[in-house]
């Protein structure tokens, strides 16, 4: 017997939810766990960019996207970027300093 339309219509949808589901029980058939890291970071930048990216602040997105994929592509440690703020605060001090007298 052939299956109604409207039942026939929702057979995409039950794959979906059906490959979701197969990983619950950590079956090959579903989605890794980096899987869903993915499609949950890539619905946070469709979102990010859909509010509130705009000319003004593009580079500044796009460096932080930059180096959230070197990051994630072990390029560069978070313990390396951690060095490098702190370095750069730093020098931000110390460029701020009076000069001391040498003779003193």
């Known amino acids: 017997m052939k299956k109604p339309w409207y ?5 995409p949808f039950m794959k979906i939810i059906n ?9 090959p058939n579903g989605p890794s766990g980096r899987k869903f890291t993915a499609i949950a970071i890539m619905a946070l930048i469709i979102h990010g960019h859909l509010k509130y ?3 003004t602040n593009f580079y500044n997105v796009l460096i932080v996207y930059v180096v959230f ?12 970027i951690i060095k ?13 300093e ?3 007298d040498p003779l003193v």
């Open 7 to 11: 039942i026939a219509m929702l057979d």
């Open 19 to 27: 490959w979701f589901a197969a990983s619950a029980d950590n079956s």
């Open 84 to 96: 490098l703020i702190i370095r750069f605060f730093e020098t931000k001090e110390t460029k701020n």
């Open 69 to 80: 994929v070197c990051v994630l592509l072990g390029i560069v440690t978070v313990e390396q």
């Open 98 to 100: 009076t000069p001391k």
């Open 53 to 55: 990216v705009d000319k």
